[in-house]
């Protein structure tokens, strides 16, 4: 199994909520709460091949924008336990880029077990 470096996940994630922003500024995100739970993003048991299905029914333009190190990281990221994971979503949240995009991270991993 690959080493996790946390810098590297944290990027791709970064990736991961900026393409989903990408994908969803033109078509209109309803008003969420200011400091969404992202326990969903935490503590999936969601495949990777799940998760992409819901980025992709959720931003199809998102999905589209994952290249193959992004998409490499997800993975290594879904195979983290979740206190690793929980590590990765404080600093996710911590960025301010990311505070917009953070309920569709959560509508995401929230999701993913439908697909």
């Known amino acids: 199994m690959k080493k996790l470096q946390m810098s590297a996940v944290v990027g791709?994630?970064?990736v991961f909520a900026t393409s989903l922003t990408i994908g969803t500024?033109?078509?209109?995100t309803a008003a969420a709460d200011p400091d969404p739970s992202l326990d969903p993003f935490v503590n999936t048991t969601c495949t990777y091949d799940q998760v992409m299905a819901a980025v992709n029914?959720?931003?199809?333009?998102?999905?589209?924008?994952?290249?193959p190190k992004?998409?490499?990281?997800i993975h290594i990221f879904l195979a983290a336990p979740?206190?690793?994971r929980r590590e990765y979503a404080a600093?996710?949240?911590s960025l301010p880029?990311?505070?917009p995009i953070l309920p569709l991270i959560e509508r995401v991993f929230?999701?993913?077990n439908n697909f």
């Open 57 to 67: 029914a959720q931003s199809p333009a998102a999905a589209a924008a994952f290249g």
């Open 12 to 14: 791709a994630l970064a």
């Open 70 to 73: 992004q998409r490499e990281q």
């Open 25 to 28: 500024l033109g078509a209109g």
């Open 91 to 93: 600093q996710v949240r």
């Open 82 to 84: 979740p206190e690793k």
């Open 97 to 99: 880029q990311n505070r």
């Open 110 to 112: 929230a999701t993913c």
